[in-house]
Nanobody, 123 residues
């Protein structure tokens, strides 16, 4: 069983930064890929970023490439999402998730999800 708890969301002006954290329970955190997704009102849950178990492979959606950075600390069982140069279109609930499959950008491949944290970017 894995539990994921996100934190760090909030309200920020366009151009600002936020750092999201996702704390995981369970003994095998260091063995699986972790991802961040986001969902805006009335829209589907979209892939944002993913990181392999050792942190050597990083994947980003085109919309956030160059602005967001995903990282992890396996000793702390925590994955992070550093978000810079935020835009109003980044406004969404952000979820972290544990991968249970092979397609890092597909939500259905993830088997455990956090409750989400709201990020609001004002113009």
């Amino acid at each position: 069983q894995v539990q994921l708890v996100e934190s760090g969301g909030g309200l920020v002006q366009a151009g600002g930064s936020l750092r999201l954290s996702c704390a995981a329970s369970g003994r095998t955190f260091s063995t699986y890929t972790m991802g961040w997704f986001r969902q805006a009102p009335g829209k589907e849950r979209d892939f944002v970023a993913a990181i392999s178990w050792a942190g050597g492979l990083l994947y980003y959606a085109n919309s956030v490439k160059g602005r967001f950075t995903i990282s992890r600390d396996n000793a702390k069982k925590t994955v992070y999402l550093q978000m810079n140069s935020l835009k109003p279109e980044d406004t969404a609930v952000y979820y972290c998730a544990k991968s249970g499959g092979y397609s890092y950008h597909t939500a259905s491949e993830y088997d455990y999800w956090g409750q989400g944290t709201q990020v609001t970017v004002s113009s």
